[in-house]
C-alpha cells in the first residue's frame, strides 16, 4: 500500500488509439477555401464600442517561428482550406495560424465575471458578443493562432499533436498580468489529427465550471470566461449537440511543447521557447542566474522552477481529492497550472487507488498516483533540459542520428532537481493539510504520522466522504467547548453518527466509530488545543472552527454534480450560471443566497446510489 508521499512503481498503461472514422471528415469539412479573411468586421455597435479598445499583445506568434506552409494569417492573405484545416506534420515551429469554425445559431449561456475582469471587460462587454466567444466574428486585430506541440500519452511518446481543437484569439495585458484568450470547439486546425475539431456540450459544461470552482479552492489553474451553446451535431459515441468555452491562461505552453522540437534534435528552437518562457513568465530567473555560483545556468533555474511549481499544483490536487484523470505530458503546463480538463474527479468516497478516467483500466493516473506521474513527466521533460543545461548545438549528425549524451555536471543538477520534488511535494502538502486540521500556529514534524495520515485510514477504512468528512473536522473546535463532549451519547458522538451516515462502511460499524471516538479523544482534540494555546490572539474554538471552514470546502464538483446540470441544462440554461455561483462565491459557505438554497441543499447532500464512482472518459 502507497503512502500519500510514496512514489509507486506500477507498470505503465500502453494506450492503443482508434482507428479514424472517415465519416467525421465528411461531416465536418468541406473542400473549399477556409473562413475567408475579411478586413470589415461584422460586430454590432455596441460591441465595436469596447472591442476596438482591446490592445492586443501577441508576444508568442511575434517571438517564436511559426508554420512555414502557412507564412500569413488566412484573416490577411488567402489560404487554402487544406493549410488552414487538414492535419499535416509541421516542422521546426511553435504554432499556425488557424481560421475558428462557423458554428449555426450559436448561444452564450454563461459568463465567469472574475474571468471577464482578469481581461479588462466587465460582464456586459463579454455578454454582448455571442459571436465572438463563438468564433463566428473575430475582435479587431485578432490574429488566431493554435500551438504544436508533442507528448507522451499514457506513458508512450506520441509524436506531433497540437491543438487539435483549441484557437488562440491573442494575448492580453490587464494590470501587469498576461492572459491569452483561447476557444476551446472552435474547428479543424493542422493538429486536429482524426478529430473534427469540435467539442460537446457536457465536456465544455465541465470545463467551464471545474477551472473556476478550483481558482475559488485556491489551486493554481487556468481560468474560464464563457461558454458558448451551438445547434452544431457533434459525433462522439452518438450524436450531441456543440459547444465552445473560451478560456484563460498566462500562456498555454506545455511540457510537451518542448519536447516536440527536442525530439528532432531542433535545439535551437528549443533554447528560444525557454528563454520566451523566462522572458514573460520567469523574469527573475536573470537575476537567479547571475548570482548562480554552482554552474546552473538559466535554464537549469527554469527546471528547477517549473518542478516546484508543478510539485505545488499536485499537492494541491490531493488535499482537496481532486484526480486529474489524463497526466500526459501534453496536458502539463509548464506554469504549473491545472489543464486541460478531461475525465477529471473529486473523490466521492477516499479511495486512493480512485481511478476517474474509464480509458484508464491500469490505473496509471489513479488519485494516489498523481505525484508520481508528475515526477514521471518532470522526468521527461528533463530530457528537453539537458540539451540546455549543457549548452548543446547540434544532438544529431547529418542523418539524424542521436550523438549527445549529456554530461556528468548536467545529470548531477537534473538529479538534484528531480530528487527535490518528494520533499517539494511533501512540504507543500503538509502545509495545506494543517490548515484543513486546524493546526494553523504550531508546525510539528509529527503532524503528518500522528494526525493527518491516521484520519486518513480511518477514512479508507470505511470509505468515508472525503470532502464531508474534512468539512466535519471543522464542528469539532466548538464542540469541544461543550462541558463533557465525550459523554455517552454526547456531542463527539453525535458528530460521528453523521460521519457513519456518509460512509460506506465495508467494516463493522461499531467498531469503526470507536477507532475514530479514540482518535479525537487521544489525537485531534489534545493536538488543536496544543495548537490553539500558540496562537497570539488565543482564539476562542468556535473561531478555530471557523478559520478551517475557510479552507475545508463544503461544496464541490463530483461528478454526479456535473451530471446534474449537464442534464438539467437541457431545460434551464441558466442552471449554469447558479452551479458557477455556488461553487465559486459560496464554496465554503453554510448560509447562501434564497436563489441558491435548494441547489445547496442538493449538492451538498449525500452522493445518490447512481452517482457512486462515476466516472468518465477522454471522449470530449
Aim: overall charge negative; charged content about 25%.
Amino acid at each position: 500500500m502507497c503512502s500519500i508521499f510514496t512514489i509507486c512503481t506500477r507498470p505503465f498503461y500502453r494506450h492503443l488509439p482508434l482507428q479514424p472514422d472517415s465519416r467525421l471528415f465528411r461531416m465536418t469539412h468541406s473542400p473549399t477555401r477556409a473562413n475567408p479573411p475579411s478586413d470589415k468586421l461584422d460586430l454590432p455597435p455596441e460591441v465595436n464600442g469596447w472591442a476596438n479598445k482591446i490592445t492586443w499583445a501577441d508576444t508568442f506568434t511575434r517571438e517564436l517561428p511559426g508554420d512555414k506552409v502557412l507564412p500569413h494569417s488566412p484573416f490577411t492573405q488567402p489560404a487554402e482550406e487544406s493549410k488552414v484545416r487538414m492535419s499535416r506534420t509541421v516542422n521546426d515551429a511553435m504554432w499556425s495560424w488557424a481560421v475558428p469554425a462557423i458554428h449555426e445559431n450559436p448561444r452564450l449561456v454563461s459568463v465567469s465575471p472574475q474571468g471577464a475582469r482578469l481581461i479588462g471587460l466587465s460582464l456586459d462587454a463579454v455578454k454582448q458578443a455571442p459571436l465572438v466567444w463563438s468564433g463566428n466574428e473575430r475582435l479587431p486585430g485578432s490574429l488566431p493562432w493554435a500551438h504544436c506541440y508533442g507528448g507522451h500519452q499514457f506513458g508512450v511518446w506520441a509524436g506531433q499533436l497540437g491543438d487539435g481543437r483549441a484557437v488562440s484569439l491573442g494575448e492580453v495585458v490587464v494590470d501587469e498580468r498576461r492572459w491569452e484568450i483561447q476557444l476551446k470547439g472552435a474547428g479543424r486546425t493542422p493538429y486536429s489529427r482524426f478529430g473534427d475539431g469540435f467539442a460537446v456540450r457536457r465536456s465544455s459544461v465541465r470545463e467551464y465550471l471545474v477551472a473556476e470552482h478550483l481558482c475559488s479552492l485556491g489551486v493554481p489553474t487556468t481560468r474560464s470566461l464563457s461558454l458558448v451553446f451551438t445547434d452544431r451535431l457533434v459525433m462522439r459515441e452518438g450524436l450531441e449537440y456543440g459547444a465552445i468555452a473560451s478560456r484563460l491562461a498566462p500562456s498555454w505552453v506545455r511540457f510537451g511543447s518542448f519536447e516536440y522540437p527536442a525530439s528532432h534534435g531542433n535545439i535551437g528552437l528549443t533554447r528560444q521557447l525557454a528563454d520566451y518562457i523566462i522572458k514573460y513568465h520567469f523574469p527573475n530567473i536573470l537575476q537567479d542566474e547571475a548570482k548562480e555560483t554552482d554552474g546552473w545556468n538559466r535554464y537549469a533555474i527554469l527546471f528547477s522552477n517549473i518542478m516546484k511549481k508543478t510539485a505545488k499544483m499536485v499537492a494541491h490536487w490531493q488535499s482537496i481529492g481532486f484526480c486529474h484523470g489524463v497526466m500526459n505530458t501534453d496536458n502539463m503546463s509548464v506554469l504549473g497550472l491545472t489543464i486541460d480538463y478531461g475525465p477529471f474527479a473529486f473523490l466521492d468516497a477516499y479511495d486512493p487507488d480512485f481511478i476517474c478516467n474509464h480509458s484508464d483500466p491500469e490505473g496509471r493516473y489513479a488519485f494516489n498516483e498523481q505525484p508520481r506521474v508528475a515526477l514521471w513527466n518532470l522526468l521527461r521533460l528533463a530530457s528537453s533540459f539537458s540539451l540546455l543545461i549543457d549548452q548543446v548545438k547540434n544532438p544529431v549528425d547529418a542523418l539524424g542520428n542521436k550523438t549527445y549524451e549529456p554530461s556528468q555536471a548536467t545529470v548531477d543538477i537534473i538529479k538534484q532537481i528531480l530528487n527535490s520534488f518528494a520533499h517539494e511535494y511533501k512540504n507543500q502538502y503538509v502545509v495545506l493539510m494543517r490548515r484543513k486540521f486546524g493546526l494553523f500556529n504550531l508546525a510539528k514534524n509529527t503532524d503528518t504520522d500522528l494526525v493527518i495520515e491516521p484520519f486518513l485510514a480511518l477514512l479508507r477504512k470505511a470509505k468515508s466522504d472525503y470532502t464531508f468528512a474534512l468539512r466535519s473536522l471543522c464542528d469539532v473546535p466548538e464542540i469541544i467547548s461543550h462541558k463533557e463532549p465525550f459523554a455517552p451519547g454526547g456531542p463527539i458522538e453525535q458528530h460521528i453518527d453523521r460521519l457513519v451516515e456518509r460512509s460506506q462502511l465495508p467494516c463493522d460499524v461499531d467498531s469503526w466509530k470507536q477507532e475514530v471516538l479514540e482518535y479525537y479523544r487521544s489525537v485531534f482534540v489534545p493536538r488543536i488545543l496544543e495548537d490553539a494555546g500558540h496562537a497570539l490572539d488565543k482564539p476562542d474554538f468556535a473561531t478555530v472552527g471557523e478559520k478551517m471552514k475557510q479552507v475545508n470546502p463544503k461544496y464541490v464538483l463530483r461528478n454526479w454534480v456535473a451530471q446534474d446540470i449537464i442534464d438539467r441544462v437541457e431545460e434551464d440554461e441558466n442552471c449554469i450560471d447558479q452551479a458557477l455561483e455556488l461553487l465559486t462565491t459560496h464554496a465554503f459557505s453554510d448560509s447562501v443566497p434564497d436563489h441558491l438554497r435548494d441547489l445547496a441543499e442538493k449538492y451538498a447532500s449525500p452522493v445518490p446510489g447512481w452517482g457512486q464512482g462515476l466516472q468518465c472518459s477522454c471522449s470530449s
